[in-house]
């Protein structure tokens, strides 16, 4: 997006640096990476962060607002209300596609968020590795909102921990150790102190929650929640069975609560109204079918990974949708190919972190991933024997 830095960082690649890099990178916790690492970061320009931050700034605004719950009341399905909701979520992700307007300019486009974490841990590794073996371009970093390693590892170890000993927090997810994203929870381990924990080895008594902690009975104070309900619901019916203990009151505090998963996610997406949100409106609320179908794209609210999306909407689409009010039709945004690889050029997006600690007013940003895709949606599956692709980070122009 910086020709000039493209052009040098392309000119001075070599297939070695990259495979350099990536031995680095897989020598953390061997095994654990299991997906494909992008060759390049991507170089943000100041006047394209400062268009994605007016964005979530903007969203931000939403959220805060004392009348959003009440907005989104219908967000959270009934079978996986879980009790204890807090004030906020502490974490939300806003993902932009980079796209390119009808005067040919670069703009974001929002294309979800989510009130859940991210790779938080991964990316200070990756961030970390990539440094050794590639030059920093002055005046740049992957870090947003004036945060350094050491004081974005900071925020986000108050965050998770809270007023906690490290050992009565846990990251809780379904089998943890065979997620893809799992290298994220090794590294969430070091960075915090926190142990991962699956679902499976929950113990509980009366309201509490133990875990065994190296063989100890150990007491579960605060969950880093990694839980995603549409996964637990794929699950056996013993690992589902288990799963009912997280919808029972419990003496727990949620970090963040899985009801911020619904709440700020596709649902919320219809209240937007901003230059770099594409126009999104609930299914059962259209009066009016646009005429262009084939400009906008039908999404389920309740899945997650892309599934489920349709990219080609028809009528036929349309009218095979048994419960419209749990739909949306969004605007088809046109990813720029921006950037410029030996062979075709790659789309890309890009995923902005945002840290809401107790007490704070509001959340701030923090910094990033990205993914660069070749292919129809960005995603591993669609980008199979292509290079120039995965996931990657952003360095953005200081302020």
Same mark, same amino acid.
């Given at each position: ?310 990219? =080609? ?5 349309? =009218? ?80």
């Amino acid at each position: 997006m910086v020709p000039s830095i493209r052009e040098a960082y392309n000119a001075a690649f070599t297939p070695e640096k990259y495979e350099a890099f990536l031995k680095d990178l897989h020598s953390a916790w061997p095994g654990q990476i299991d997906f494909r690492v992008a060759e390049t970061p991507i170089f943000i320009p100041r006047d394209f962060t400062n268009k994605v931050i007016d964005a979530c700034e903007n969203i931000v605004d939403i959220i805060i607002d004392p009348k959003f719950k009440e907005l989104t009341r219908n967000a959270i399905p009934e079978k996986v209300k879980v009790p204890g909701e807090n004030a906020h979520s502490h974490f939300i992700a806003f993902d932009f596609g980079i796209c390119i307007n009808e005067e040919g300019a670069y703009e974001p486009q929002l294309i979800e968020m989510q009130g859940f974490p991210t790779l938080f841990g991964y990316e200070v590794l990756l961030d970390d590795v990539y440094s050794r073996h590639f030059p920093i371009p002055e005046g740049y970093s992957s870090y947003l909102g004036g945060h350094t390693r050491e004081s974005y590892l900071r925020l986000l170890k108050e965050i998770i921990v809270g007023n906690h000993e490290p050992e009565n927090v846990i990251l809780l997810e379904i089998f943890p150790r065979k997620q893809k994203t799992r290298i994220d929870f090794y590294c969430t381990e070091e960075y915090t102190g926190i142990k991962m924990v699956c679902l499976t080895e929950l113990i509980k008594e009366g309201k509490k929650l133990y875990y065994l902690n190296e063989g100890k009975k150990t007491e579960i104070k605060r969950i880093y929640n990694r839980i995603i309900f549409d996964d637990l619901q794929q699950q056996s019916p013993e690992v589902q069975e288990k799963g009912q203990l997280i919808l029972e009151e419990l003496d727990v505090e949620w970090c963040p609560h899985p009801n911020w998963f619904y709440r700020i996610s596709k649902y919320t997406l219809p209240l937007i109204r901003h230059p770099y949100v594409p126009p999104t409106f609930f299914l059962n609320e259209i009066k009016q079918l646009p005429a262009d179908l084939e400009n906008y794209v039908l999404k389920p609210l309740f899945s997650f990974a892309g599934q489920g999306v349709i990219i =080609d909407v028809t009528q036929a689409d349309i =009218d095979k949708v048994k419960d419209p009010e749990n739909w949306i039709l969004q605007k088809k945004v046109k990813y720029a190919d921006v950037i410029i690889t030996p062979d075709i050029p790659a789309k890309a997006e890009i995923r902005i972190f945002y840290f809401w600690k107790d007490g704070d007013l509001r959340p701030v940003p923090t910094n990033n991933l990205a993914r660069l895709s070749k292919g129809k949606m960005v995603g591993v599956r669609y980008n199979k024997d292509k290079e120039w692709v995965g996931g990657s980070f952003c360095l953005f122009e200081s302020h």
